[in-house]
């Protein structure tokens, strides 16, 4: 039966070559990821999510700034060109999105290098004020790049997201395609849903809730370009 990190990448939606490399490369993240997720709650997450990143994109154009993290005021639930359309009762949208841009370490999956951009990461939190919270974070390959290399990054970011999660479902949404991940916590239950745009961006959406909650708000995520 083949592994989470091997299950996730054979269902892709591009023509994905699974080499050992690249398997070993997701298990290498899983626990870093984890130890995000964990922290996720936290008003400092962010930072922690952003750790060693220190290139900031300046939209449009993908022009990159130096030596800062942008953080630009935001109160319409609108991340990167994509719409959330749907939350769960009570859960509201935080005041700023966090915008940065990562690279790829060698032939890696964890998007965290600075010395070599090839994606703009943009995320916001959601909460009620309370217990529950949840992380819409895009990914999107940097425009600069190539057609192929674009595709590589998009296989790349969606291993990253996903991490060593178990896909427990899939279906389409107005954004592309969906895949829904468990990843069962010694104290509390992660959902997460990843999203495979037509443009090759990646959403990721994390939260502590159910999974009919995580499900609705997938359905509700849709482009607004």
């Keep these: 039966m083949p592994s989470p990190e091997e299950d996730l990448l054979v269902g892709a939606a591009w023509d994905i070559p699974?080499?050992?490399?690249?398997?070993?490369?997701?298990?290498?993240?899983?626990?870093?990821?984890?130890?995000?997720?964990g922290l996720m709650a936290g008003a400092m997450v962010m930072f922690?999510?952003?750790a060693g990143l220190i290139l900031a994109v300046d939209r449009p154009g993908d022009r990159v700034a130096t030596s800062r993290i942008s953080m630009a005021?935001?109160?319409?639930?609108?991340?990167?060109?994509?719409s959330v359309g749907q939350?769960?009762?009570?859960?509201?949208?935080?005041r700023q999105t966090i915008s940065s841009v990562c690279g790829f370490v060698a032939a890696g999956t964890d998007c965290v290098d600075q010395a070599d951009p090839a994606a703009i990461i943009s995320a916001r939190r959601f909460?009620?004020?309370?217990?529950?919270?949840?992380?819409?974070?895009?990914?999107r390959p940097l425009a600069t790049k190539s057609a192929a290399e674009r595709t590589d990054i998009t296989r790349r970011l969606i291993a990253w997201q996903a991490g060593g999660a178990r896909r427990i479902d899939e279906f389409g949404v107005p954004a592309?395609?969906?895949?829904?991940?468990r990843e069962d916590g010694s104290e509390v239950t992660i959902y997460t849903a990843v999203i495979t745009a037509k443009d090759g961006a990646v959403v990721a959406i994390t939260t502590n809730s159910t999974v009919d909650q995580i499900t609705r708000v997938a359905q509700g995520v849709s482009t607004t370009r």
């Design 48 to 50: 922690v999510v952003f």
């Design 87 to 94: 939350l769960p009762p009570g859960v509201r949208p935080g």
């Design 176 to 181: 592309g395609r969906a895949r829904i991940l």
């Design 18 to 37: 699974l080499t050992d490399d690249l398997v070993d490369s997701v298990r290498q993240g899983v626990k870093r990821r984890r130890a995000v997720r």
């Design 73 to 82: 005021p935001d109160v319409s639930p609108l991340i990167d060109g994509f």
């Design 127 to 139: 909460d009620d004020g309370g217990a529950n919270w949840l992380w819409v974070t895009v990914c």
